[in-house]
């Protein structure tokens, strides 16, 4: 079963190394030191550079985030890629399989209550979830990339354990797309067992074809 395909755990079997804690705090400070006008500069061109994403084209089912500590903003994207069509998700701490995300159904209606991170998700239901590998993308944030889909989180493992299956079932991956202000890019990362590469990023400048072989 999907379900159950599982990759080294973050902060369980594999402490995080200090060089990616100095990097990940760095980068978090960075992106909170954005002014609210550059913010919202950046989320608009964000949405430009996902509207005419290759990978967006044909996608129905998407999922995305709502912005903390200084993530850039997807919303904008999500209020004129409805008008095409598409059906968006947010992530939902799964309930029973400890680590991992579903994804339910995020509308203008959807009444949204702070996880136990303080994180604003959809109740979960149980049959209206959307199972990872029937997603055509995500869209999820990034504390840092490099040109090699490398990727740098906030370190809870979330994305890499739900997501461990498009390791032995490439087919079955959606196309995992991180977003970030450019000023996140670095040189290269150091990576760990656990991460699951990117297919591309896309930032308020640039939209970057990763250069990793992981999905090819």
Same mark, same amino acid.
């Given at each position: 079963?999907?379900?159950?395909?599982? =990759?080294?755990?973050?902060?369980?079997?594999?402490?995080? =190394?200090?060089?990616?804690?100095?990097?990940?705090?760095?980068?978090?400070?960075?992106?909170?030191? /954005?002014?609210?006008?550059? %913010? %919202?500069?950046?989320?608009?061109?964000?949405?430009?550079? /996902?509207?005419?994403?290759?990978?967006?084209?044909? @996608?129905?089912?998407? @999922?995305?985030?709502?912005?903390?500590?200084?993530?850039?903003?997807?919303?904008?994207?999500?209020?004129?890629?409805?008008?095409?069509?598409?059906?968006?998700?947010?992530?939902?701490?799964?309930?029973?399989?400890?680590?991992?995300?579903?994804? =339910?159904?995020?509308?203008?209606?959807?009444?949204?209550?702070?996880?136990?991170?303080? &994180?604003?998700?959809?109740? +979960?239901?149980?049959?209206?979830?959307?199972?990872?590998?029937?997603?055509?993308?995500?869209? +999820?944030? /990034?504390?840092?990339?490099?040109?090699?889909?490398?990727?740098?989180?906030?370190?809870?493992? +979330?994305?890499?354990?739900? +997501?461990?299956?498009?390791?032995?079932?490439?087919?079955?991956?959606?196309?995992?797309?991180?977003?970030?202000?450019?000023? %996140?890019?670095?040189?290269? /990362?150091?990576?760990?067992?656990?991460? &699951?590469?990117?297919? =591309?990023?896309?930032?308020?400048?640039?939209?970057?074809?990763?250069?990793?072989?992981?999905?090819?």
């Amino acid at each position: 079963m999907l379900t159950n395909v599982v =990759s080294p755990q973050p902060f369980e079997e594999h402490p995080d =190394s200090q060089s990616r804690s100095n990097l990940r705090k760095a980068l978090r400070k960075k992106r909170r030191s /954005l002014s609210v006008e550059e %913010q %919202q500069i950046a989320a608009d061109q964000l949405a430009l550079n /996902l509207l005419k994403h290759p990978d967006l084209f044909r @996608a129905r089912h998407v @999922a995305v985030y709502l912005p903390n500590d200084g993530e850039i903003d997807p919303q904008v994207y999500v209020h004129v890629a409805r008008r095409r069509g598409i059906h968006f998700y947010l992530p939902v701490l799964h309930p029973v399989h400890r680590g991992r995300l579903v994804f =339910s159904p995020f509308t203008d209606g959807t009444e949204l209550t702070a996880n136990r991170f303080g &994180i604003p998700e959809p109740p +979960f239901h149980k049959g209206l979830e959307r199972p990872p590998w029937a997603l055509d993308a995500v869209l +999820f944030p /990034l504390v840092g990339f490099d040109g090699f889909g490398g990727r740098l989180g906030m370190g809870g493992g +979330f994305y890499d354990r739900t +997501f461990a299956f498009t390791r032995i079932r490439p087919r079955l991956a959606p196309k995992l797309i991180g977003l970030a202000h450019d000023c %996140q890019k670095v040189s290269e /990362l150091p990576l760990e067992p656990w991460d &699951i590469p990117l297919h =591309s990023v896309v930032t308020d400048r640039e939209r970057y074809r990763m250069k990793s072989k992981s999905f090819r």
